[in-house]
C-alpha cells in the first residue's frame, strides 16, 4: 500500500510540480542572490533532512518569497520523503524523526495543500487526489511508526484513521484486528473480541486493488479461524458475519458477538427458568447425565430408591413422573419416553403379566422403586412398579395383571407304597 501511495504522490507532485516550477520559473522571481543560492541548494538537495533545513531557513529569511507556495510544495514533499522512509525500519531514530515529519505534515496539512499551492500544471481532480492520498500515507505510515514503538492505541487509533478516508484498505483491517488483541492481552481485558474478529473477517472480504496479498489473507483466515470459534465456542454465524463486514469498514455502533460464556450463561438462564416450570424433568435429566457420566459408581446411590424421591430439597416436582408409551418389550414390561426421547429412556417393570396391549403414544403417570439402567446403546432406566392400582395411572380399562400360572401339585397317588399298605391291611 506504502509504495503505491509513494509513486503517486511523488510523480505528481515533483515531477509536476517542482522540477518545472521551482527551477523553470525561478529565475525571474528571486528577490535576490542570496534567496537564489539557498532555493537552488534547497531543490538541488538530494538528502530529505537536510533539504528540510534548508528550506527552513529559506524561509525563516524570506518569509514573503514570491516563491512561497512552491516552497511549501517542496516542504511537504520532504517531510513526506523522511516520514515514507520510516516504513519498515525499526531503529530509534528513524521512527522518531519519521513520526516528526508526520505530526508536521498533519499539523499544517491545509496548508500544505491549499488551493494557492496548487501548481498551474495540475487540473482540480489531480491536486485534490494528491491530497487525499498524500493523508492516506501519513496515517498509514503513522500507524506504522506507533506500532513499531510498541503504542497499539496510537497505532489503532491511526487505522482506523486510514480506513475512514479509504475503508477498502485491507491490510489496516488486519493490522486493526491484530492491534486490539495485542491491546487485550496487555491489558487483560477480552471485552473487544468483536471488534477484532470483524476486522479480520473485513479485511479477507475487500477484493480489488487494495485487497491483501495471497499470503496475507492466508494469515488473515488464519486469525480468524483461530479467534472466532475461540471466543465464540463455535464456527455458527461465521457466514452471516463475511456478510455483514462486506458493507463497512468498521463495525456499527454495538456490535457484538455472543461469547462462549455468554452463549452458557444465557443457556443456564433459561434452563433455570425451564427447570422451575419442570422440575420432574429437571431431576430425570440430572439423574441421566450423571449415569452417563459416571455409571455404576453412581447407580450404587439409586438402586432400590423411590422415585420419584419425596418433595424436598433435592426434588420439588409432582408425586409421579409422566412418560408416553413406546411398547411392551415383554409381558412384564412398558417402555415409555419420559423426556421426549423417540426411542424411549423408561421401563416400567410389573411383578405379574400384563394382559393386553397398551396404545403407543398413551400418557402415563408413573412411580416406582430403581432397579437397573442402561447407557448402551441408548439409556434406559428401569422402574419397578409395585402397585399398578395406585403407583400407575392412564393405563386403558381393559388392561389387567395377571401372576404366572400357579405350578399345579400332584394328586396322591396310589403307588407302591399305598398298595402294600393294602395288602397289609387284608
Known amino acids: 500500500m506504502l509504495n503505491r501511495l509513494t509513486r503517486l504522490v511523488a510523480g505528481i507532485i515533483v515531477a509536476g510540480a517542482l522540477t518545472a516550477l521551482v527551477w523553470g520559473q525561478a529565475a525571474p522571481n528571486w528577490k535576490d542572490q542570496g ?37 511549501t510544495l517542496m516542504t511537504a514533499q520532504a517531510l513526506l520523503s523522511i516520514m515514507g522512509s520510516a516504513y519498515g525500519k525499526t531503529d530509534t531514530p528513524t521512527l522518531d524523526a519519521g513520526q516528526k515529519a ?20 495540475l487540473s482540480d481532480a489531480q491536486w485534490t ?14 500507524a506504522y511508526i506507533a506500532q513499531a514503538k ?18 477498502n484498505q485491507a491490510s489496516a483491517s488486519y493490522q486493526l484486528g491484530a492491534t486490539i488483541i495485542r491491546e ?24 480489488g486493488p487494495s485487497a491483501l496479498p495471497a499470503a496475507g489473507k492466508d494469515a488473515a483466515q488464519k ?59 429437571d431431576f430425570w435429566e440430572n439423574i441421566k447425565a450423571a449415569l452417563v457420566a459416571q455409571g455404576d ?40 419416553s419420559v423426556d421426549n426421547v423417540p426411542t424411549g429412556d423408561a421401563i416400567l417393570k410389573f411383578e405379574d403379566n400384563i394382559k393386553g396391549t397398551v396404545p403407543p403414544d398413551t400418557e402415563l403417570q408413573f412411580k416406582g422403586v430403581v432397579d437397573s439402567y442402561t447407557k448402551d446403546p441408548s439409556y434406559v432406566l428401569t422402574l419397578n412398579i409395585q402397585e399398578p392400582k395406585t403407583d400407575l395411572v392412564g393405563l386403558p380399562d381393559d388392561i389387567k395383571f395377571a401372576p404366572d400360572a400357579a405350578v399345579k401339585p400332584k394328586p396322591a397317588g396310589r403307588g407302591k407304597a399305598a398298595a402294600k399298605s393294602t395288602k397289609k391291611a387284608q
Open 35 to 71: 534567496e537564489s543560492d539557498i532555493g537552488l541548494a534547497a531543490g538541488n538537495e538530494k538528502d530529505p533532512a537536510k533539504q528540510l533545513e534548508l528550506l527552513k531557513k529559506w524561509e525563516q529569511q524570506y518569509p514573503e518569497s514570491a516563491l512561497a507556495n512552491q516552497r
Open 102 to 121: 508526520g505530526q508536521q505534515l498533519l499539523d499544517k496539512f491545509d496548508s500544505f495543500f491549499a488551493p494557492a499551492v496548487k501548481p498551474a500544471t
Open 129 to 142: 487526489a494528491a491530497k487525499s492520498q498524500s493523508l492516506l500515507q501519513v496515517h498509514s505510515v503513522m
Open 150 to 167: 510498541k503504542d497499539d492505541a496510537t497505532a489503532e487509533a491511526e487505522y482506523k484513521k486510514v480506513l475512514g478516508l479509504d475503508p
Open 184 to 207: 487485550m492481552i496487555a491489558s487483560k481485558d477480552t471485552a473487544r473480541y468483536s471488534e477484532a474478529i470483524y476486522d479480520f473477517a473485513r479485511s479477507i472480504a475487500v477484493t
Open 223 to 281: 486469525a480468524l479461524n483461530k479467534y472466532y470459534p475461540g471466543y465464540h465456542g463455535s464456527s455458527d454465524g461465521l457466514s452471516d458475519l463475511m456478510k455483514q463486514v462486506a458493507s463497512a469498514a468498521l463495525p456499527p455502533a454495538g456490535f457484538h458477538i455472543q461469547s462462549v460464556v455468554e452463549i452458557e450463561e444465557a443457556k443456564a438462564k433459561d434452563h433455570a427458568a425451564w427447570a422451575a416450570q419442570h422440575p420432574d424433568l
Open 297 to 336: 459408581a453412581y447407580f450404587a446411590n439409586l438402586k432400590d430408591v423411590g422415585f420419584p424421591p419425596p418433595v424436598g430439597d433435592t426434588y420439588k416436582g409432582p408425586a409421579m413422573f409422566k412418560g408416553k408409551v413406546i411398547s411392551q418389550p415383554t409381558t412384564k414390561e412398558i417402555l415409555v
